[in-house]
């Protein structure tokens, strides 16, 4: 079952035509409400993003263009999901340790999240994070 705490892969509805494609996120694909929209873009081949985790933020991450991996980790278990297409969104809840790497040449990473920058949210530290997840 699709539960808020569930990290999961969201399908961005399209309408596609001869003269191309357009993907439309409105409210109710999404389990929050967007309150930040930000982006990563001319990111070397062998940057390492991410490396933190949220208390508040929910986000979701979309491969506008080209590629990347991104890492997930609840704590008890790590997996690698390849983001290449713009109709995909990974949702991650609160809570979860992520990573980006491996990023194409012209790779364009949306994030859409939940809340306003806010640092004192952020767990920028593996083991805290593990600690936090653990209690
Ligand atoms: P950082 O969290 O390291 O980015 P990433 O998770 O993609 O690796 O953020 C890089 C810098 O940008 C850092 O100084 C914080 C700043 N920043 C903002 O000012 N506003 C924002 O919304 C975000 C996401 C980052």
Redesign the pocket.
């Given at each position: 079952m699709k539960t808020d705490s569930e990290i999961r892969l969201i399908e961005i509805p399209k309408v596609h035509d001869k003269r191309g494609s357009l993907a439309v996120i409105e409210k109710d694909v999404l389990p929050f409400e967007i309150k930040?929209v930000?982006y990563?873009f001319d990111v070397p081949s062998d940057s390492f993003?991410?490396?933190?985790a949220h208390k508040e933020q929910e986000s979701v991450i979309i491969a506008l263009s080209g590629s990347f991996e991104v890492v997930i980790d609840n704590g008890k278990m790590r997996k690698k999901i390849m983001l290449n297409k713009p109709t995909q969104g990974l949702y991650i809840p609160t809570n979860i340790w992520r990573e980006?790497d491996n990023f194409s040449s012209g790779a364009v990473c949306l994030?859409l999240?939940s809340t306003n920058?806010n640092?004192a949210e952020?767990i920028r530290d593996y083991d805290q994070f593990k600690n936090q997840v653990k209690g």
């Open positions: 930040r930000y990563l993003r991410g490396g933190h980006i994030v999240a920058y640092e952020y």
